[in-house]
Each structure stands twice: as structure tokens, then as C-alpha cells.
């Protein structure tokens, strides 16, 4: 089986569609061997996101803004301290999505987050410096888990296609170490589909989404999460 790399920088357009359980076998049935699954199968992947005590970065996501930008702690995996965690600020400036990296043990990255102090150097380093400078009082604020199964493309390794589905999330206990579990975003039987194109969508690609009625849709884990919790706190009387 073909290994999947890490990447550390990305420039990619990523296109998203809610779709049924159903569609995604229907999808992976059409598309056949033209796509590799990645020598990980089926993963857990924990992620913690980062923002202000007035949440100022989700809510400038969820304004559709020309440019916005999000800072992320990513595991594959329930982490141990040893484990390997990569800290992201994924950002998208007119519909072009932007990814920097920087791979550490969790444990390191948790403290780094905290108080900016971790013994690597770099451009990315730097870059994450000046996130954490800008945005003050960064803490994490929401963790999302998903089961991630992903596929790329035999001949242009860079077209990528994910399924996600058992997508959860949660604002207490914020140590991904803890497991992976929380409340749901999305229906037991429902996926969303991420495809993930250095450019046009391939012609093929796109004839077997229409055939299945399969239509972008504009969704945010993050962003889901953030509104749940919004509704939770209407709820209970909440400002």
C-alpha cells in the first residue's frame, strides 16, 4: 500500500459536501481503483483549537471574510505526552486554503502553546511566534474528534480525498490525551466529504459528484461546535 507523507505547507482549494452514508459508498464504488487509500486506514484524528476568551477568531471565520485564519492542535490519535502532535494556523485568503506546521511531542506542543517557550527554530517557528503574539490570551477553546478514512489519487498524489464521519466535540476536559469523545455535530449516518485540489477539479471527479447529487456545501467543524455551544447557552439562559 502507497505511504501517505506528512506535509508541512499546503496551498490548496478544499471543497466540502454533507453527505449520506450511502453516497460515500456509492462515490468510493464509481471512483475504483483511480484512488489509494493512505497506509494509515481508518484514524482517529484530535484536534484542539485555539482562540481568544471572546472567541474573536471563530467569529471572524464565521463572518466569510475575504482572509481568516485558525490555530490548531492536531494528534492522530489519542496522544500520550510522547506522541506526535503537529501545531497548525490554517488560513484561506479568496477561497485558497493556506496550511503552516510544525510537528512536536504533545507534551511540548501543549507547553509551547501555553508560554511560547519550545527549542525548535524556523520559518514556520517564526510564523507561529507571531500568531501567538497577535492574538493575546490564546487558550484552547473547543476540542473536535472525527474518524477519518483518506484516499489520493494514483496519478496527481496532490488531488486528496477524505470521509469523516462519528464527528464530535467538546468544550470541557481540553486534553486530547483524555480520549476522543464529546457531543455530535452531525447524524451517525452522515459523512462529510472533504476534496482537497492544487487546482480545477478533475473532469471525472466532477461527473461522478453530479451523478450522485453530490453538492458543495460550506461547513466548519470548529464552527459547528461554536454554534452548538451558542444555542447551549441560550438555553440555559446564557449571554
Known amino acids: 500500500m502507497a505511504k501517505a507523507k506528512f506535509t508541512y505547507t499546503f496551498r490548496r482549494y478544499e471543497k466540502k459536501y454533507y453527505i449520506t452514508d450511502e453516497q460515500a459508498k456509492a462515490l468510493l464504488k464509481k471512483i475504483g481503483d483511480r484512488i489509494i487509500p493512505d497506509e494509515f486506514g481508518?484514524?482517529?484524528?484530535?484536534?484542539?483549537?485555539y482562540d481568544t476568551p471572546d472567541f474573536l477568531l471563530i467569529r471572524r471565520s464565521l463572518d466569510k471574510p475575504l482572509y481568516k485564519e485558525k490555530l490548531r492542535l492536531r494528534c492522530y490519535s489519542v496522544p500520550k505526552n510522547d506522541s506526535t502532535a503537529f501545531i497548525e494556523i490554517?488560513?484561506?485568503?479568496?477561497?485558497?486554503?493556506?496550511?503552516?506546521?510544525?510537528?512536536?511531542?504533545?507534551?511540548?506542543?501543549?507547553?509551547?502553546?501555553?508560554?511560547?517557550d519550545i527549542n525548535l527554530s524556523g520559518q514556520i517557528k517564526n510564523e507561529l511566534d507571531w500568531f501567538l503574539k497577535s492574538y493575546k490570551s490564546l487558550a484552547p477553546s473547543t476540542a473536535v474528534f472525527y474518524t477519518r478514512r483518506a484516499f489520493f489519487d494514483k496519478t496527481n498524489p496532490e488531488l486528496r480525498i477524505t470521509i469523516d464521519k462519528d464527528i464530535m466535540w467538546r468544550r470541557d476536559d481540553l486534553d486530547l490525551s483524555l480520549g476522543a469523545y464529546g457531543e455530535r455535530l452531525i447524524d451517525e449516518n452522515h459523512r462529510l466529504l472533504e476534496i482537497k485540489i492544487p487546482g480545477v477539479m478533475p473532469m471525472w471527479l466532477a461527473h461522478i459528484l453530479s451523478e450522485?447529487?453530490?453538492?458543495?456545501?460550506?461547513f466548519s467543524k470548529y464552527g459547528k461546535a461554536y454554534l452548538n455551544f451558542l444555542k447551549e447557552l441560550s438555553c440555559f439562559g446564557g449571554k
Do not use: H, M, Q, W
Not at 92 to 116: C, M, Q, S
Not at 212 to 218: A, E, G
Open 42 to 49: 481508518e484514524t482517529v484524528i484530535c484536534n484542539l483549537y
Open 90 to 116: 490554517k488560513k484561506k485568503f479568496a477561497k485558497v486554503v493556506y496550511k503552516r506546521r510544525l510537528d512536536t511531542t504533545y507534551e511540548r506542543a501543549i507547553n509551547y502553546l501555553k508560554t511560547g
Open 212 to 218: 450522485l447529487n453530490i453538492f458543495p456545501n460550506s
